[in-house]
Every structure is written in C-alpha cells, then in structure tokens.
C-alpha cells in the first residue's frame, strides 16, 4: 500500500497568515500516463471532505485561490496565502495511483 | 447540481449484516465510477471499495475484501454496498463518492461526497 505522511498533525494560524501543509507518499504518485495522482481534500467541521486541489496543483473550480498545490514525485505542499476562518478543518492529501489511500490529516485552527 | 444521498445505515450486531444505498442525481451515473469511502468516529479517512461505470469491475479494501460488496443500478441512478459479517471496526460514517473523471474503469480522485450515513457495529 502507498502510505502518505502529513505534517504537522495540527496548526494555529491567525488571519491573513499563511499556512503551509506537506505530504509525503512511500511510493512516486507519478503514472506512466504523465499525470500525479496527489489530491487535497478539507473537511469542515460536521461536514465531509471537500476537493481543493486534484493533480498536484489544480484547483477545484470555485476553491479560492488562496489555496495552491505544488510538489512532484513523492513530496506535496497545500498552501495558504492568507488564512480565513472559513478554512477551518481537517485537511487531507490522497493519493489515487494505487487504490486510494489518505494522510492521517491536519488540524487547522484560527488563532 | 451533483448530489449523493447515502441511506440504511444503523446499529446492527457484530457478525450482522447491511445494506448501504447511495441515491445520485445531477449527473449521468453510468459515466463515473464510484467509490465508498469511511471515516470512523474521530478519526480520518479509509478507502473501502469502488466500482467502474459499467459495474463489471469492483476493487476492495483488504479490510473488507470478501465480506463486503459493491453493486450499482445505473437506471436506478443507485450505489450500493452489501456488508456483512461486520464486526466493531467497521463503525463508522460512510460515505459514498463520485469520481473527479469520466472514464470506462476508475480515476480515483473524487470530486463529490455525499454526507455520510452512520453504521454502527455493537452488542
């Protein structure tokens, strides 16, 4: 199985602060088809998740763009360029290449 | 409008068995694979099964592999999961997902979610 490992496990931000979460796969998320199968979810509160970015770095039509993917291979960056209180949540990265498998998550907070 | 509506969720006892149903609209069901994935109370997100567009392929957790079954109706716009012989970590929210893509076999990535329907195993 592909494990992912998020860091931090959480994080306290004030508004209009950037944040910045990275994702890390055991195996390369690159296929023989040329495309990275490395996608970032939130999960609001009382909510499930939500797409943010799919294929590294696209954005989701109507996700801010505050939010940005980057990354290639087996390591991932989810950035904020100015937190809001609505980005509150878990965020996850998941990887489809093989199967599908999720990071444990990361647990951002307003200061 | 996408939308996933899951249902038949309950608290049931271990060895028991039940029937997951996922009702789509706002979109052609037969052009998507789909996808069940769960979320046990407090924790994160675990993949269990999905099923290509057509139904003829279906992919598995090794957790549930041979106890739980995936099944759609495409002109019943309908998702299914069959679990039986469940036992206490099978609690959880399920949640049935729709893939980012359309292709004939599976994407992966999900764009849609419904929100969830609670399966609770306990005696």
């Known amino acids: 199985d592909v494990v992912m490992t998020q860091t931090p496990l959480s994080l306290s931000v004030t508004p209009g602060q950037p944040a910045s979460i990275s994702c890390k796969s055991s195996q390369s998320l690159l296929h023989s088809d040329g495309k990275t199968y490395l996608f970032w979810y939130l999960q609001k509160p009382g909510q499930p998740p939500q797409l943010l970015i799919y294929?590294?770095?696209n954005r989701f039509p109507g996700v801010p763009d505050r939010f940005s993917g980057s990354g290639s291979g087996t390591d991932f960056t989810l950035k904020i360029s100015r937190v809001e209180a609505e980005d509150v949540g878990v965020y996850y990265c998941?990887?489809?290449?093989?199967?599908?498998?999720f990071g444990g998550g990361t647990k951002v907070e307003i200061k | 409008e996408v939308q996933l509506l899951e249902s038949g969720g309950d608290l049931v006892q271990p060895g028991g068995s039940l029937r997951l149903s996922c009702a789509v609209s706002?979109?052609?069901?037969?052009?998507?694979?789909m996808t069940w994935v769960r979320q046990a109370p407090g924790k994160g997100l675990e993949w269990v099964s999905a099923?290509?567009?057509?139904?003829?392929?279906?992919y598995y957790a090794d957790s549930v592999r041979g106890r739980f079954t995936i099944s759609r109706d495409n002109s019943m716009n309908a998702l299914y999961l069959q679990m039986n012989s469940l036992r206490a970590e099978d609690t959880a929210v399920y949640y049935c997902?729709?893939?980012?893509?359309?292709?004939?076999?599976?994407?992966?990535?999900?764009?849609?979610w419904g929100r969830g329907t609670l399966v609770t195993v306990s005696s």
């Open positions: 998941m990887q489809s290449i093989q199967r599908l498998t």
């Open positions: 997902a729709k893939d980012f893509v359309s292709t004939s076999s599976w994407y992966g990535g999900i764009d849609y």
């Open positions: 706002g979109f052609t069901l037969s052009s998507y694979a």
């Open positions: 294929e590294v770095s």
């Open positions: 099923i290509s567009g057509s139904g003829s392929t279906t």
